[in-house]
Each structure stands twice: as C-alpha cells, then as structure tokens.
C-alpha cells in the first residue's frame, strides 16, 4: 500500500482561496508568519507537466499572493518556491521573510539561527488581498 | 559604498542563452550538476515590480529551462526557486534533483547529508534543449 497523499487528501487546512483548480493555504510554519502555499488540485508532478494554460493559471495565482503579502505585510523579501521532492504534487511556496526571522537571510529550508519574532497576521486582510489580487485584470 | 551588485556585474559565467531581458547560466553548484540560474537583466527586486508581460517572459523561459533540464537530464525532480535574500536582484535557481543527491530529499540549501554521485552534463544538449524550449510556440 503507498500512503495517499497529503495534498490530495489534506489534514485540516486554513484555506484562504480556491476554485476548481487550485488552492491557498495560510500554512504559518512556526516562525514565518504569513507563509501560505498555492495546491493546484490536480495529482501533477511538475510544470511542465501542466498545458500552458494551466501554468499561467497557476503562476498567476502564485504571484497574487506575492502582491497580496507584500500589501498586508510589507516584508522585506518575499520567497517563492516548488521543489515536491517529498511530496511530488505540485504546490508552490509563498513566503514572507523578514530581516531576523529565524534562517534570515537563508533559505526557510536552512538551520535556523534564532526564533525570531513573533507578528500577527491580519487573516482577514489578507484573505481580501488575495481575492482582489486574482479579479484584477 | 555598497558593494556592486554581483548579479549586475557578474564574474565570468557560463551563458547557456540569453536576450536583452535575461540569461541562463550553468551554475553547477558542487553536487548539484545541471544547476541553472535564470537571471532578469534588470535589476529588479520582486516577481511583481515587473509588469505583466514581462513576468510571463520570465516565467517562460524558467520553465523552458525545466524541460530542457527533463529532456537532458532526467531527473527525479526539478526545484525551481527565487529568493533573493542575499542578493536582492531577481533570479530564479532551476535544479535537477536526484535521489541520493547532497541533500535529497531536502531542499538544496537543507544540511548536506552525503557527498552525491558524480553526474556529465551534455552542456551543449542542455543548450540546444533550451533554445529548443524557447522557439517552441
């Protein structure tokens, strides 16, 4: 038996946005307040695996949820990122980062140098900048 | 004084492809090889200071590089990433991951587990393959 998999069927998650094929999640990995990921629904492995259509759809909504951090959190860097070595179905990593969060200026994937600090995050705020972003034209 | 830009006043690099807007690089990060960096000419800090066609231009050639790296390579997975927190210009690191690589199956920048097998990259098939990926519609 190989175990399901955890995008396709997921523990319970905080879901800032979705349609038919893709989702956001406020992941909130402990010390990154704000990191969110982008699941496109479909069991896919890579990009490239996707019709162009599906990618632009896709990296579009990545990048508004770039635009919709930067505008409730100011960050100082925001990170993108798809690897899926562990999990080979094709989700993208949207990360606030901050001078003095725990692997800054490292990758989150580093060793952490510290605890950083602690910020809340206006879900709400966010959820609405996500939303505005996806029906600009 | 702040020290140059080492993305805008590169040290000699190995250009796969490049135009007036950006360029491919073999970066061949040790125990990584067929690590390509793709680099926006300008220097530009964020995925959404560029306008619209501008991103899809990048994007594309990103993922151009990712099937040229899959038609070349192989490999178990491709990461693709930009960050950025060091050097705050944009770039996007396109990585050919393999089972038993440094860090498998961690992220390239996660503590190194192991040494890695050594691997050829056919540079001119890897060139050919982008600029293949490039002329496709």
């Known amino acids: 038996m190989t175990a399901p998999c955890p995008l396709c069927e997921p523990a319970p998650e905080r879901v800032l946005w979705q349609d038919a094929e893709a989702r956001v999640i406020l992941a909130d990995e402990p010390g990154y307040p704000g990191f969110c990921r ?8 890579e990009m490239t695996d996707l019709p162009a259509p599906a990618r632009a759809r896709l990296l579009a909504l990545v990048l508004a949820v ?43 994937w580093a060793p952490r140098a510290r605890e950083g600090a602690a910020r809340v995050v206006d879900v709400e705020a966010l959820t609405e900048a996500i939303a505005s972003a996806m029906a600009a034209p």
């Open 38 to 45: 982008v699941i496109w629904r479909d069991h896919v492995r």
């Open 66 to 108: 770039e635009a919709a951090l930067r505008a409730v959190l100011a960050p100082d860097k925001v990170n993108l990122a798809s690897l899926g070595n562990v999990v080979p179905h094709l989700h993208w990593h949207v990360i606030p980062r901050f001078e003095g969060d725990p692997s800054w200026p490292g990758a989150v």
